[in-house]
Structures are given as structure tokens and as C-alpha cells.
């Protein structure tokens, strides 16, 4: 069983930054990709960035040149530094991990900007 556990979530003024964290635990044998999803009040959930086994990156356009995601392979972690915040990132955050076989979800983090 694997397990997603998510930290930093929280409230900031527009402009100001924040750092999202992932840790996975579990039997993990192979990890495909990891990422960062976002669903906010009335919206569908999207992806925000997603890295790859190999540290491919990509980004949704709206996150493009303010937020950076990084992976420790040796720890099973990945982050999301979210930068120059603005209120439509308002959200809660979900931390994500693809297996060959399997996918799992973290259990959310609110992340609220205030204009």
C-alpha cells in the first residue's frame, strides 16, 4: 500500500510564495511520474506540473515561469515552489503518483491567495 502525504499548504497574499511538499511511503517499486493537481471550489481538477522517473517536466500554461517542480528520487518526494501567487491559485493541491500499474492520491492541501 502506498501512501501520499502532503505539507505547506496554506494562506498568502498575492505575490507572495509558498512550497508545497509530497512524501510517498509504501511498497513503491517503480514510480512513472509524479505531479501536482489542483481543484478549486466548482472546477474540475486539473494538473498543474508533473515530473517524470527521468525529470521531464511540464507545466499548465497558467503556472508556466512561477512555479518550479522538483523530485528527490532517493526519498520518494516532490515539491512544488509556487511563486508571484495569485488569487485564481486558489485551490486545494493534490500530490499524485503513477506506477506502471497503479495511480494514488495524497489526501489535499488548501491553498488560498488573497488579493
Known amino acids: 500500500q502506498v501512501q501520499l502525504v502532503e505539507s505547506g499548504g496554506g494562506l498568502v497574499q498575492a505575490g507572495g510564495s509558498l512550497r508545497l511538499s509530497c512524501a510517498a511511503s509504501?511498497?513503491?517499486?517503480?514510480?512513472?511520474?509524479m505531479g501536482w493537481y489542483r481543484q478549486a471550489p466548482g472546477k474540475q481538477r486539473e494538473r498543474v506540473a508533473r515530473?517524470?522517473?527521468?525529470?521531464?517536466?511540464v507545466y499548465a500554461d497558467s503556472v508556466k515561469d512561477r512555479f518550479t517542480i522538483s523530485r528527490d528520487s532517493a526519498k520518494n518526494t516532490v515539491d512544488l515552489q509556487m511563486n508571484s501567487l495569485k488569487p485564481e491559485d486558489t485551490a486545494v493541491y493534490y500530490c499524485?503518483?503513477?506506477?506502471?500499474?497503479?495511480?494514488?492520491w495524497g489526501q489535499g492541501t488548501q491553498v488560498t491567495v488573497s488579493s
Open positions: 515530473i517524470t522517473s527521468s525529470n521531464s517536466t
Open positions: 499524485k503518483l503513477s506506477t506502471p500499474w497503479n495511480t494514488y
Open positions: 509504501g511498497s513503491i517499486f517503480s514510480i512513472s511520474a
